[in-house]
């Protein structure tokens, strides 16, 4: 990079104002990667010939070979306009969707966003999430409809149809805004009349009727939608180069036709025409058939052109246009067989897209100084926390965020949103520098001095019979110097091996941006982790003081000195000493401190920013090990690299001991692998087929059996089965009554415990999965109050915790969920999953789980029953792996109906009865922490039962002893026999799967959907295309290669975007076995046609190494061979 245009961006790195950090956002193949290739080239760091072939912020292989953006690459560029230079930092994202983590980390460091959507296929589906992104970011949109040379060359429109065709997209890119913008209006309103709706019910006013449009016509929204004459939307082709506001058009017909530029700008776009005679701009063009202005003076002329240059080749033509319109094209170029060569070569002169782009970025999206207070509060509010509910003086900060200030004394903030890898080479210090003319002088003379005394050796060695004495101590001196030699050789050697072992070494970067004060080279900072709480902080720590003072440590914060600061150009980094706020830059020597994002502050007042919003949840899992044993190490350390360097992908080791990595989608999955192998561990490595998530759940008994007959209308038939052997003989200690509960005790006698299963509704069990949150806070709390602590909610979180429990009490209607709620006892796997456990034992009371809620009331205290906690323990190892798999369950409630423990035992078993006074710690009660609580109620215990000691027969039971064990698997046995008792069913992940494609490939689509089990939702037509959206679910693990083997199917006509969406019952029984007459004449005695949920089911357990139930070999008979049927 020349040094001039450094010392120009450095420069304009301290004009706030004149900054604009944009990232360019669109769906896969949209066109993001080559309009970023025009705005670089605008600069001249590549060829303008180049733009759109040499995909310049594509650096990796990878990205290069697949055609497709896999990270996020930011680039520094130089603007002059109307007398003004900006420095615009440019962000370029990927589209696809298993790199969506990617466009959060990009949109987060900006305040501006390019939306590119393509001419053709309109709004996408991740055209929708990148505006949401946005949104949710607070951060303003402009819009690029990009492509358009396709609706002349593929779709062949004529000039009027291409406008109704912009229109409707024009159109579909503001209705997905409208949606957003009406739904936060809205939310806004409803708290608003929740908050009216409690003062009146305190000042006992009668019932209001609210109006809920009366938000939506009170609120501004003028600054929302895209239209060409608010100049906040470029029509282009970035791989032709050109493209043009209305602006642009406005100020040419302005001087050719004497219309004001203002006039021209309000008409050009719309339902307006020129009427010739009147010489008068007129409404009404639609209704009285004539052309549109926007048709008539901008579009046809760019029709004519690839009319005469692409469709005729018509020299004469072209040589007129390009005349009158002043441009100068070389011969070549006119010469040249590609005719898309010399129509770049003149729309690029005519309409250059970098210009229109930049000129609309610069004008219409706001610079760092500019950041509303909304979008700091919002940065600066984590989790439930309001904005007004931080300390003093990180409120103050707010200020500091408005200011952008870049004084000596403003306080430094920085948001660093991902860390990626960069290799040695490139680094700046690494680079070989340019030598200077006395350098090279300097190095000439060392040659030639080397040359000569090459030379005069090589004579020597000729010439050895000389015989003065010369000659006689010329071996010695020889030989010295081959020592000499030798010994430099070998120092060389071990020089260039730790030079190597250096290059190999991965040096990580933090993608980061400075929204207060500025960051130098060498200063100490503090670095805030997302856990980081600044009220707690400010008590521990002496007021007024600075990183650079010795402190006391703090949970979640870690100081650190600022090694290096780079600018972002591309495939390059450069060196600064310092960066302002306002800019995106990059940090080095970071890795030790962040994990994947941070916030870097020198004030221990700053808050952790809110965390990044990820779209794509990781989902596709695989087990990956080194080829040859010895190199775990390295892998080990590879994959820690992998889980640093990429923001989405999660690393971790499972109870088998493998090493596991989880990823958003096959694309992302291989890239991932493909780094290990080659960047990180750079080892051989396996990798196993890809690991399926399933869920276990038990149903309401069926209507219809599986030839849909009523159940128990039919008669049975002699079942050979004899249904499954009675599913058997249960073992001793258990009975099972016929309405599913299951009665259990313990080895020793001295407790019995009776559970009944009960599937949950589906509404509840999707509310469970989105408070996970919520109920981490409130077991939380619960266990702060068992050890006589008290946890401080704020008022936000308990009113979230308040509707939690009204929602789940509205879905959990009916006579057998009558204060089901109230009963709750805990919720589980790892006490905040989608399963319930309920406290149904008569005559026992116990501390509810929503006493966080209930702290105002003074209520008596609920006794807690000793081995209260073994039975949430065993209930949560029940939940964790279920009965038919070892998967996790799923909407599934556990009731316990009958809890007793007995006083005597006899003396046989008294050794399985701890005598010891004191206290042990189970190993596998993860509620170890409660020990106090137990001891602090034991003394107010009232009845034998709720004794913490029951004496017997002269020893006495702990609540810690071995026997808290044996009720924990009593209780784990007992939910997983009351689960067998019920109808058992798995539950598939599911994607919801996108495709767009042609009319004739309609077919072959749904033949691979069908083929791979997915369910076709909807399907419809693209207005003024041909082209057709299907939805569709597909489970997971049937998902893979499938985005293959479509594109080899339609012959890369369609591709399909799959995004995680839900869990769904698989219909299928898995021990289904033929009972009836019906059923065995439709699927034959051995009722072998294939059973989807067994199949998945056998296919875990194998897997898991679980015992599964197969025959080998099914009719063993003489072989066949192919030649002859003998």
Same mark, same amino acid.
């Given at each position: 990079?020349?040094?001039?245009?450094?010392?120009?961006?450095?420069?304009?790195?301290? $004009?706030?104002?004149?900054?604009?950090?944009?990232?360019? &956002?669109?769906?896969?193949?949209?066109?993001?990667?080559?309009?970023?290739?025009?705005?670089?080239? +605008?600069?001249?760091i590549i060829s303008s010939r180049l733009a759109g072939k040499l995909r310049y912020l594509d650096s990796r292989e990878d990205e290069q070979i697949r055609g497709i953006t896999m990270k996020s690459s930011a680039i520094s560029l130089h603007y002059t306009a109307g007398g003004n230079e900006y420095l615009i930092n440019l962000i370029d994202s990927p589209g696809h969707v298993d790199f969506s983590s990617e466009v959060s980390t990009a949109v987060r460091l900006c305040d501006g966003a390019i939306v590119v959507v393509d001419a053709v296929e309109g709004v996408c589906p991740q055209t929708q999430v990148v505006l949401r992104q946005a949104w949710l970011e607070n951060i303003r949109p402009v819009l690029v409809i990009n492509k358009i040379d396709r609706l002349i060359v593929e779709l062949k429109l004529t000039s009027q149809e291409a406008y109704t065709h912009l229109q409707k997209i024009l159109e579909q890119v503001n209705a997905v805004t409208g949606s957003l913008f009406t739904s936060k209006v809205l939310e806004e309103r409803a708290e608003k009349d929740a908050e009216a709706q409690s003062s009146c019910t305190e000042s006992g006013s009668g019932d209001q009727v609210y109006d809920w449009s009366a938000g939506l016509e009170e609120t501004d929204d003028s600054d929302l939608y895209f239209s060409p004459d608010r100049g906040n939307v470029v029509f282009a082709s970035a791989i032709d180069g050109w493209g043009f506001s209305i602006h642009q058009f406005a100020e040419m017909y302005s001087q050719k036709m004497?219309?004001?530029?203002?006039?021209?700008?309000?008409?050009?776009?719309?339902?307006?025409?020129?009427?010739?005679?009147?010489? $008068?701009?007129?409404?009404?063009?639609? +209704? @009285?058939?004539?052309?549109?202005?926007?048709?008539?003076?901008?579009?046809?002329?760019?029709?004519?052109?690839?009319?005469?240059?692409?469709?005729?080749?018509?020299?004469?033509?072209?040589?007129?246009?390009?005349?009158?319109?002043?441009?100068?094209?070389? +011969?070549?170029?006119?010469?040249?067989?590609?005719?898309?060569?010399?129509?770049?070569?003149?729309?690029?002169q005519w309409l250059p897209v970098s210009q229109a782009v930049l000129s609309m970025v610069c004008e219409k999206l706001p610079s760092p100084a500019e950041i509303s207070a909304e979008r700091v509060e919002k940065l600066m509010s984590v989790g439930a926390r309001r904005f007004d509910s931080l300390p003093e003086q990180t409120q103050e900060l707010k200020k500091a965020f408005l200011d952008c200030s870049a004084d000596e004394t403003a306080p430094v903030i920085v948001f660093v949103s991902k860390m990626f890898a960069v290799d040695s080479k490139a680094l700046p210090q690494n680079k070989q520098r340019p030598l200077t003319q006395e350098e090279i002088a300097q190095r000439r003379e060392q040659a030639r001095q080397r040359h000569a005394e090459r030379q005069a050796a090589s004579q020597s060695a000729e010439n050895p019979g000389s015989a003065d004495t010369g000659g006689v101590s010329t071996p010695a001196a020889l030989a010295s110097g081959d020592v000499s030699d030798a010994l430099c050789a070998q120092t060389e050697a071990l020089s260039v091996k730790t030079a190597v072992e250096e290059n190999d070494k991965e040096h990580f970067v933090a993608f980061?941006?400075?929204?207060?004060?500025?960051?130098?080279?060498?200063?100490?900072?503090?670095?805030?982790?997302?856990?980081?709480?600044?009220? &707690?902080?400010?008590?521990?720590?002496?007021?007024?003081?600075?990183?650079?003072?010795?402190?006391?440590?703090?949970?979640?914060?870690?100081?650190?000195t600022v090694d290096r600061l780079y600018l972002l150009m591309g495939r390059e980094l450069e060196e600064l000493e310092e960066v302002p706020s306002g800019n995106v830059l990059g940090i080095g020597g970071m890795e030790e401190f962040i994990l994947k994002s941070a916030t870097v502050s020198t004030s221990p007042a700053c808050p952790p920013f809110t965390p990044l919003n990820f779209e794509a949840t990781p989902i596709v899992r695989v087990a990956v090990e080194p080829k040859h044993p010895s190199e775990m190490p390295k892998l080990v350390r590879g994959m820690r690299l992998l889980n640093q360097a990429d923001p989405c992908a999660e690393v971790l080791i499972q109870e088998t001991g493998?090493?596991?990595?989880?990823?958003?989608?096959?694309?992302?999955?291989?890239?991932?692998?493909?780094?290990?192998?080659?960047?990180?561990? $750079?080892?051989?490595?396996?990798?196993?087929?890809?690991?399926?998530?399933?869920?276990?759940?038990?149903?309401?008994?069926?209507?219809?059996?599986?030839?849909?007959?009523?159940?128990? @209308?039919?008669?049975?038939?002699?079942?050979?089965?004899?249904?499954?052997?009675?599913?058997?003989?249960?073992?001793e200690g258990i009975q099972v009554d016929s309405t599913g509960l299951v009665t259990l005790t313990t080895p020793n006698k001295m407790a019995t415990v009776g559970v009944r299963a009960i599937p949950l509704p589906e509404e509840v069990t999707r509310l469970l999965e989105d408070n996970v949150e919520l109920i981490r806070t409130m077991e939380q709390f619960s266990l702060f109050a068992w050890e006589d602590k008290t946890l401080d909610i704020n008022q936000k979180i308990l009113e979230n915790i308040q509707d939690f429990k009204v929602k789940l009490e509205s879905n959990l209607q009916g006579r057998k969920w009558r204060g089901a709620v109230e009963h709750i006892w805990a919720f589980g796997p790892r006490r905040c999953g989608p399963n319930i456990l309920l406290?149904?034992?008569?005559?026992?009371?116990?501390?509810?789980?929503?006493?966080?809620?209930?702290?105002?009331?003074?209520?008596?205290?609920?006794?807690?029953?000793?081995?209260?906690?073994?039975?949430?323990?065993?209930?949560?190892?029940?939940?964790?792996?279920?009965?038919?798999?070892?998967?996790?369950?799923?909407?599934?409630?556990?009731?316990?109906?009958?809890?007793?423990?007995?006083? +005597?035992?006899? &003396?046989?078993?008294?050794?399985?009865?701890?005598?010891?006074?004191?206290?042990?710690e189970p190993n596998n009660d993860d509620h170890s922490e409660r020990s106090d609580a137990h001891k602090m109620n034991a003394s107010s215990a009232s009845s034998n039962q709720s004794r913490s000691r029951v004496e017997v027969a002269g020893g006495s039971v702990d609540c810690y002893g071995p026997f808290s064990g044996q009720l924990i698997a009593a209780m784990k046995e007992a939910c997983r026999y009351a689960f067998q008792a019920k109808p058992q069913r798995l539950m598939a992940a599911m994607y919801t799967c996108e495709i767009m494609a042609t009319a004739e490939v309609l077919g072959r689509v749904y033949a691979v959907l069908s083929k791979r089990e997915g369910r076709v939702l909807q399907e419809e037509m693209k207005e003024g295309t041909d082209m057709f959206i299907i939805k569709a679910v597909l489970p997971v693990a049937e998902s893979f290669g499938f985005a293959d083997e479509i594109r080899k199917r339609t012959s890369g006509l369609a591709s399909p975007q799959l995004v995680f969406s839900h869990w769904e019952v698989i219909s299928s029984d898995p021990f289904w076995v033929p009972t009836t007459e019906e059923e065995y004449l439709h699927f034959g005695e051995k009722a072998d046609s294939s059973n989807q949920a067994l199949k998945y089911m056998n296919a875990v357990r194998r897997r898991k190494g679980l015992y599964v139930e197969e025959k080998i070999v099914e009719h063993a008979e003489k072989q066949r061979t192919l030649s002859k049927n003998k």
């Amino acid at each position: 990079m020349g040094h001039t245009i450094l010392e120009k961006i450095i420069a304009l790195q301290k $004009k706030t104002s004149n900054i604009r950090n944009l990232c360019i &956002l669109a769906h896969v193949d949209h066109g993001k990667t080559t309009l970023a290739d025009c705005l670089v080239a +605008s600069n001249g760091i590549i060829s303008s010939r180049l733009a759109g072939k040499l995909r310049y912020l594509d650096s990796r292989e990878d990205e290069q070979i697949r055609g497709i953006t896999m990270k996020s690459s930011a680039i520094s560029l130089h603007y002059t306009a109307g007398g003004n230079e900006y420095l615009i930092n440019l962000i370029d994202s990927p589209g696809h969707v298993d790199f969506s983590s990617e466009v959060s980390t990009a949109v987060r460091l900006c305040d501006g966003a390019i939306v590119v959507v393509d001419a053709v296929e309109g709004v996408c589906p991740q055209t929708q999430v990148v505006l949401r992104q946005a949104w949710l970011e607070n951060i303003r949109p402009v819009l690029v409809i990009n492509k358009i040379d396709r609706l002349i060359v593929e779709l062949k429109l004529t000039s009027q149809e291409a406008y109704t065709h912009l229109q409707k997209i024009l159109e579909q890119v503001n209705a997905v805004t409208g949606s957003l913008f009406t739904s936060k209006v809205l939310e806004e309103r409803a708290e608003k009349d929740a908050e009216a709706q409690s003062s009146c019910t305190e000042s006992g006013s009668g019932d209001q009727v609210y109006d809920w449009s009366a938000g939506l016509e009170e609120t501004d929204d003028s600054d929302l939608y895209f239209s060409p004459d608010r100049g906040n939307v470029v029509f282009a082709s970035a791989i032709d180069g050109w493209g043009f506001s209305i602006h642009q058009f406005a100020e040419m017909y302005s001087q050719k036709m004497g219309i004001r530029s203002s006039v021209l700008l309000k008409t050009l776009w719309g339902d307006f025409y020129l009427n010739a005679k009147a010489k $008068k701009i007129m409404k009404g063009a639609q +209704s @009285k058939g004539k052309k549109p202005l926007f048709v008539q003076l901008v579009l046809d002329n760019i029709w004519s052109m690839y009319d005469a240059v692409v469709t005729r080749r018509d020299k004469e033509k072209v040589e007129k246009m390009v005349t009158s319109l002043g441009l100068k094209v070389m +011969s070549r170029d006119l010469r040249h067989s590609d005719p898309k060569v010399l129509l770049s070569a003149i729309c690029s002169q005519w309409l250059p897209v970098s210009q229109a782009v930049l000129s609309m970025v610069c004008e219409k999206l706001p610079s760092p100084a500019e950041i509303s207070a909304e979008r700091v509060e919002k940065l600066m509010s984590v989790g439930a926390r309001r904005f007004d509910s931080l300390p003093e003086q990180t409120q103050e900060l707010k200020k500091a965020f408005l200011d952008c200030s870049a004084d000596e004394t403003a306080p430094v903030i920085v948001f660093v949103s991902k860390m990626f890898a960069v290799d040695s080479k490139a680094l700046p210090q690494n680079k070989q520098r340019p030598l200077t003319q006395e350098e090279i002088a300097q190095r000439r003379e060392q040659a030639r001095q080397r040359h000569a005394e090459r030379q005069a050796a090589s004579q020597s060695a000729e010439n050895p019979g000389s015989a003065d004495t010369g000659g006689v101590s010329t071996p010695a001196a020889l030989a010295s110097g081959d020592v000499s030699d030798a010994l430099c050789a070998q120092t060389e050697a071990l020089s260039v091996k730790t030079a190597v072992e250096e290059n190999d070494k991965e040096h990580f970067v933090a993608f980061a941006r400075v929204y207060s004060g500025v960051i130098r080279k060498g200063q100490k900072v503090f670095v805030l982790g997302p856990k980081y709480n600044p009220s &707690l902080a400010l008590r521990a720590l002496p007021e007024g003081c600075s990183a650079a003072d010795v402190l006391p440590s703090v949970p979640h914060m870690a100081l650190c000195t600022v090694d290096r600061l780079y600018l972002l150009m591309g495939r390059e980094l450069e060196e600064l000493e310092e960066v302002p706020s306002g800019n995106v830059l990059g940090i080095g020597g970071m890795e030790e401190f962040i994990l994947k994002s941070a916030t870097v502050s020198t004030s221990p007042a700053c808050p952790p920013f809110t965390p990044l919003n990820f779209e794509a949840t990781p989902i596709v899992r695989v087990a990956v090990e080194p080829k040859h044993p010895s190199e775990m190490p390295k892998l080990v350390r590879g994959m820690r690299l992998l889980n640093q360097a990429d923001p989405c992908a999660e690393v971790l080791i499972q109870e088998t001991g493998e090493h596991v990595l989880v990823t958003a989608g096959e694309v992302h999955l291989q890239r991932c692998l493909d780094d290990l192998r080659e960047r990180f561990a $750079k080892i051989e490595i396996s990798a196993s087929k890809p690991i399926i998530p399933f869920r276990e759940t038990v149903i309401r008994p069926p209507k219809v059996d599986m030839v849909n007959e009523d159940m128990g @209308k039919q008669q049975k038939v002699a079942v050979i089965h004899q249904v499954k052997e009675e599913q058997t003989k249960y073992p001793e200690g258990i009975q099972v009554d016929s309405t599913g509960l299951v009665t259990l005790t313990t080895p020793n006698k001295m407790a019995t415990v009776g559970v009944r299963a009960i599937p949950l509704p589906e509404e509840v069990t999707r509310l469970l999965e989105d408070n996970v949150e919520l109920i981490r806070t409130m077991e939380q709390f619960s266990l702060f109050a068992w050890e006589d602590k008290t946890l401080d909610i704020n008022q936000k979180i308990l009113e979230n915790i308040q509707d939690f429990k009204v929602k789940l009490e509205s879905n959990l209607q009916g006579r057998k969920w009558r204060g089901a709620v109230e009963h709750i006892w805990a919720f589980g796997p790892r006490r905040c999953g989608p399963n319930i456990l309920l406290n149904n034992v008569e005559g026992y009371r116990r501390p509810s789980v929503w006493q966080c809620l209930e702290r105002e009331k003074e209520t008596e205290k609920a006794e807690i029953r000793d081995f209260d906690n073994s039975i949430a323990s065993g209930f949560q190892l029940a939940t964790l792996s279920g009965p038919m798999c070892e998967e996790p369950l799923m909407g599934v409630c556990f009731s316990v109906e009958t809890w007793d423990m007995k006083l +005597s035992v006899p &003396l046989a078993q008294k050794d399985s009865i701890d005598d010891d006074s004191q206290a042990a710690e189970p190993n596998n009660d993860d509620h170890s922490e409660r020990s106090d609580a137990h001891k602090m109620n034991a003394s107010s215990a009232s009845s034998n039962q709720s004794r913490s000691r029951v004496e017997v027969a002269g020893g006495s039971v702990d609540c810690y002893g071995p026997f808290s064990g044996q009720l924990i698997a009593a209780m784990k046995e007992a939910c997983r026999y009351a689960f067998q008792a019920k109808p058992q069913r798995l539950m598939a992940a599911m994607y919801t799967c996108e495709i767009m494609a042609t009319a004739e490939v309609l077919g072959r689509v749904y033949a691979v959907l069908s083929k791979r089990e997915g369910r076709v939702l909807q399907e419809e037509m693209k207005e003024g295309t041909d082209m057709f959206i299907i939805k569709a679910v597909l489970p997971v693990a049937e998902s893979f290669g499938f985005a293959d083997e479509i594109r080899k199917r339609t012959s890369g006509l369609a591709s399909p975007q799959l995004v995680f969406s839900h869990w769904e019952v698989i219909s299928s029984d898995p021990f289904w076995v033929p009972t009836t007459e019906e059923e065995y004449l439709h699927f034959g005695e051995k009722a072998d046609s294939s059973n989807q949920a067994l199949k998945y089911m056998n296919a875990v357990r194998r897997r898991k190494g679980l015992y599964v139930e197969e025959k080998i070999v099914e009719h063993a008979e003489k072989q066949r061979t192919l030649s002859k049927n003998k």
